[in-house]
């Protein structure tokens, strides 16, 4: 059979392989952990299913083991069964073409881990799943959809390692011929062409056109092409993934074209039904010609103008050693803004203010978004800002999203955190996002900075963010915490804030800590303490905060006057720290926040 599939490769007409085995499987068996379980919880299901796409015209059907690497697996406490899960789906691809009487080629379906490994840990795992499939009797591998070209490369070799079948090799691909990682579709067709393939391609993906994109870019002389795309974008509805409704005609064109770029293999993937597989192979059978030009226009990149570009007020104070104030407030939990502006115009009228850094939901509670808080304060009143945004509440594309908007509204200035768990908040019974922590963040920015999103791809133009990280000099862990702190700066922070401190003596342990010198400019953050009870509090339930007992047992004694000793301190703190920082950040006090301004009368 693997003499034979090459020889059909060569020869032609193209191949019609089957559609989307996964989804397929998911929605006709409940409660699966991953559709590969239903190799051995539904075998039936698996087998109808592989038969039905047979029946439509497939010629080549994926065993149902696109995800059976054991890491794979071992999300879902199935890493014990990698050998009968994959063995049980060849038996029943197996069957399925018994059943149909129809010699049909089995490819051994091999998908990326869907986590970072070491090469060696991914070519184990990739060799001990495809020794398994080898071992049970496919004809061939697909390995698919991958998007990290280094981690195909080592899926291959690790096939070549106890295999000698054939392998086609699909990396996946969006709307501009590129993968996640930013590389594009010839880039990718050119590493894949010298590798022992049988033949390259596109799989899964934004869709159709983005494998004809890819496919476009891939076509060269000799090269054997494959195409086998998702239906297109799929969306939510009640829970369940709902997949557009593509015309039997529309994969009929799609195969039209596919063909005429080279493809030898040709079906579908993630919402692909038998329909569209007819479609597709009454397209092949009647060697059907594209009835429309197949036109593909390369993405305009914008450029950046020049005001875009500027160095934000607070870069230029902190580089040109300026001392920098900048006073954190609060966003209102409600829907107006006007109270948070009328705020900052105080503040920018007694001109002892620079900027005004905005907390995104500190302390878990829900609150207006930093950035569009931030946005309003600049339009408003001119006072230049210091959003802080937390990756608890968004995903990396919302975080994208939403540090694009913000640049776009002529905020500049970024404070990168990870933000407090929701549980000790308003939201108990939630769970926050956390994709990426402030490290993560920090790294974000910087690839915007530099014209390409989180994955390395190009963006339409580059932001110019000024971007700062939040560092305790009073930690539990002063390792981790220093740790922490250099991979900020490693990953491209420009400045640093910290924790609230009324310890200076800490604060320098720590800068010894650094080798004597802070690697990039730091703000030291001082609050003005109103009440015992307050000092309390911070100390005893505010993690990283400490409250040293000395000055504790003076706001105890002070009783009335407790808020007088706390702006005496906050003043002799900011004195100090002239010696020490670049500058302070001043915490506003609760419900009388212009009283901030006694600290620099």
Request: glycine share 10%.
């Amino acid at each position: 059979m693997a003499d034979r599939f090459i020889a059909r490769l060569q020869d032609g007409p193209p191949i019609v392989a089957d559609g989307g085995m996964g989804a397929l499987v998911t929605a006709a068996v409940p409660r699966l952990r991953c559709p590969e379980e239903a190799n051995v919880r539904a075998p039936e299901a698996v087998v109808s299913l592989h038969v039905g796409f047979i029946n439509a015209g497939a010629e080549l059907i994926e065993t149902n083991t696109f995800g059976a690497n054991r890491r794979k697996l071992g999300q879902h406490y199935l890493e014990d069964d990698v050998e009968r899960i994959n063995s049980a789906a060849i038996k029943l691809a197996r069957d399925a073409r018994e059943i149909s009487g129809k010699a049909v080629f089995i490819a051994g379906s091999i998908g990326p881990l869907g986590e970072s490994a070491a090469s060696r840990v991914r070519r184990e795992l990739f060799a001990e799943q495809a020794g398994i499939l080898d071992g049970r009797g496919v004809d061939l591998f697909f390995v698919e959809t991958f998007y990290d070209l280094h981690e195909i490369e080592d899926a291959i070799d690790a096939v070549r390692s106890v295999s000698s079948l054939p392998v086609v090799a699909l990396m996946t691909f969006d709307e501009t011929a590129e993968t996640l990682a930013g590389v594009t579709a010839a880039e990718a067709a050119e590493r894949l062409a010298g590798l022992d393939v049988v033949a390259l391609g596109a799989n899964h993906g934004a869709g159709l056109l983005a494998a004809l994109a890819a496919l476009e870019q891939m076509q060269a002389d000799g090269r054997r092409l494959a195409a086998l795309p998702n239906i297109g974008l799929a969306s939510l509805a009640g829970g369940r993934v709902i997949y557009p409704h593509a015309t039997p005609e529309y994969f009929a064109e799609f195969a039209a074209h596919a063909r005429s770029l080279g493809a030898a293999v040709i079906g579908g993937c993630c919402g692909t039904t038998p329909a569209e597989i007819t479609a597709i192979r009454s397209a092949v059978e009647a060697d059907r010609k594209p009835r429309a030009r197949l036109e593909l226009a390369e993405r305009e990149l914008a450029t950046s103008l020049g005001e875009e570009l500027r160095e934000t007020g607070l870069a230029t104070t902190l580089r040109s050693g300026e001392w920098a104030v900048t006073i954190q407030l609060d966003p209102p939990l409600g829907g107006s803004s006007r109270g948070l502006v009328e705020v900052a115009q105080g503040l920018k009228d007694s001109e002892l203010v620079g900027f005004v850094d905005v907390n995104d939901n500190a302390t878990a509670r829900a609150g207006m978004s930093s950035l569009m808080a931030s946005a309003t304060i600049e339009r408003a009143t001119g006072l230049e800002t210091i959003p802080h945004l937390t990756t608890r509440d968004a995903s990396v594309m919302g975080l994208e999203s939403l540090l694009l908007g913000a640049h776009s509204e002529g905020v500049r200035n970024i404070l990168a955190i990870t933000g407090d768990p929701p549980e000790v908040g308003d939201y108990p019974g939630s769970r926050g996002v956390y994709e990426i922590d402030s490290v993560g963040l920090t790294e974000l920015i910087t690839k915007l900075n530099r014209g390409e999103d989180y994955n390395g791809r190009p963006i339409d133009a580059p932001t110019s963010f000024f971007h700062g990280v939040a560092v305790n000099p009073t930690p539990d862990d002063l390792e981790l915490e220093l740790e922490r702190f250099r991979r900020k700066v490693e990953a491209g922070a420009r400045f640093a804030i910290t924790q609230i401190v009324f310890d200076l003596e800490r604060f320098d342990r720590f800068t010894a800590e650094l080798g004597g010198a802070w690697p990039i400019p730091v703000l030291i953050e001082v609050f003005p303490l109103t009440s015992y009870r307050l000092a309390l509090r911070l100390h005893n339930e505010v993690p990283g905060i400490v409250v040293p007992d000395e000055l504790q047992e003076t706001l105890r004694d002070a009783g009335a006057k407790a808020a007088e000793i706390g702006f005496a301190r906050a003043r002799e703190l900011i004195a100090e720290s002239r010696e020490r920082a670049a500058g302070v950040c001043l915490v506003a006090p609760f419900r009388q926040p212009l009283r901030v301004l006694e600290l620099l009368a």
